[in-house]
């Protein structure tokens, strides 16, 4: 079978069948100009989905401007979409992104795939580039229309496709979204040292984007043989190999190769990653799956959170009881963390809001959604220092969580155990808290948003 001719964005009209579920490539995997096509003749269609997660850039039809013509269903919230559905103009599926390929294809009515790709080499394979993530897993399982961009990087792993196997293609020559840095806070560097201290040499590594990651990975550059399996890739986690510290050598999955499913940050990642033979990306049903994250030995886990009650439980896409992200890979790498031998799953937020309320609560605020649930809660770090959960009673659990919220609050948490019969009357010995510099300092220092983690947090 021949490659099809070259087309144009509009050819994806002549494809797409009347209540047809579109599957389209996340961030920078977007085929911009065939979703521009789409919104153009909105009302050639009829009843056709978008699914797709995390969002750069908002769009008619998910603001709802397309009408029942074309419509969005979201998998992880963002800017684009958030108030979006608060506002009910478009849908959104609660899901672990492990499990984000299979479900959107058993629900899916004349799939069509629609996703960004690299320049073909001279037999016709394009990669697509910076994302995996669900799309690569869907090759051989639904029709692809690709965007072909000049300016997409051509990236190492298991995510090519190539033009003989497509519906259709079209060429563009556009940049790519950058997502820039913020630098960590003194907050942010005493939970980063905190977790660092416990990454021994050897160990697999999933960080995300963040003031956070970003501080974990800076800590770690005198480490040897470290591997990295994790969702996503950012500046972090590129200057951390660049540093030698990252040979992938002891993995038991992919060694030799930094893994992940796609990545966000600036123009020099993505001129790093183009032909970047020690990093590739695979479909997020291999990399977040927590059997092949249990797999690596001593695998260390860092994700954020927006509130931890005194059981433990995590809600990380909930800020004021309203849909802020989605649950994203959280679950899927605490679960493989725990899974691990020696592994460890850290999950990091700063001690109180920008208003001065303490994230550590005796309850969630109203309508606030559990992401991570207590039994897979390892490790909870603030800049007051770490509470150590798996393994213990609810009474070690409640009194390790009030010793690393902040000072102002421990009094107030602590009534609130009482109050839920929590507490007896014995202290745990076995907290770690943290009172220096760093956390003196919280006090004056402006919140920034939770940092780590995936886009799930």
């Not at 963002?78 to 608060?86: D, Q």
């Not at 963040?210 to 200057?239: F, K, S, Y």
Request: aromatic share 4%; charged share 25%.
């Amino acid at each position: 079978m021949s490659a099809p001719a070259e087309g144009r964005p509009e050819d994806v009209l002549d494809l797409v069948a009347p209540g047809a579920d579109l599957i389209v490539g996340m961030a920078n995997g977007e085929p911009i100009a065939a979703i521009d096509a789409l919104e153009a003749e909105h009302e050639r269609l009829d009843g056709v989905r978008i699914h797709q997660m995390h969002a750069m850039r908002s769009r008619p039809h998910i603001e709802g401007r397309c009408g029942d013509h074309l419509r969005h269903v979201s998998y992880f919230l963002s800017e684009a979409t958030r108030r979006a559905v608060w506002e009910g103009t478009c849908d959104m599926v609660p899901a672990d992104f492990s499990q984000v390929p299979r479900i959107v294809l058993e629900r899916a009515r004349d799939p069509l795939v629609l996703a960004a790709a690299s320049p073909p080499d001279a037999d016709g394979w394009c990669t697509l580039g910076v994302n995996a993530e669900y799309v690569a897993a869907l090759r051989g399982k639904a029709p692809f229309v690709l965007e072909v961009n000049e300016r997409m990087p051509t990236t190492h792993g298991d995510h090519r496709i190539r033009l003989d196997d497509v519906a259709a293609w079209y060429r563009v020559d556009r940049p790519l979204i950058e997502v820039g840095r913020r630098a960590p806070d003194a907050r942010d560097e005493a939970i980063a040292a905190a977790i660092a201290e416990r990454v021994p040499d050897g160990a697999t590594l999933q960080v995300g984007i963040g003031a956070v990651p970003d501080a974990v990975c800076a800590a770690l550059h005198g480490h040897r043989d470290l591997g990295i399996h994790t969702e996503l890739i950012g500046e972090g986690v590129m200057g951390l190999i660049e540093s030698g510290a990252v040979t992938g050598a002891r993995k038991a999955t992919v060694p030799g190769k930094a893994v992940a499913t796609f990545t966000l940050g600036t123009q020099r990642l993505h001129d790093w990653l183009d032909g970047e033979e020690r990093v590739a990306f695979h479909p997020v049903d291999m990399v977040n799956d927590p059997r092949v994250i249990a797999q690596e030995p001593h695998m260390v886990s860092v994700n954020a959170t927006t509130e931890v009650d005194l059981y433990g439980q995590c809600a990380s896409e909930t800020i004021a009881g309203r849909p802020w992200s989605g649950s994203g890979g959280q679950a899927d790498f605490a679960t493989g963390a725990v899974w691990s031998t020696c592994g460890e799953a850290f999950v990091v937020l700063h001690a109180t809001t920008s208003k001065g309320l303490s994230r550590i609560r005796g309850v969630f605020s109203p309508r606030s959604l559990t992401t991570t649930h207590k039994n897979i809660v390892d490790h909870v770090v603030t800049e007051y220092g770490m509470a150590s959960l798996r393994g213990r009673t609810l009474e070690q659990r409640a009194r390790a969580l009030i010793a690393i919220a902040h000072p102002d609050h421990r009094d107030e948490l602590e009534r609130d155990a009482r109050a839920a019969g929590l507490l007896g009357r014995r202290a745990d010995p076995g907290v770690r808290r943290a009172d220096g510099p760093a956390a003196r300092e919280e006090r004056a220092a402006p919140e920034g948003s939770p940092s780590g983690g995936a886009p799930a947090a």
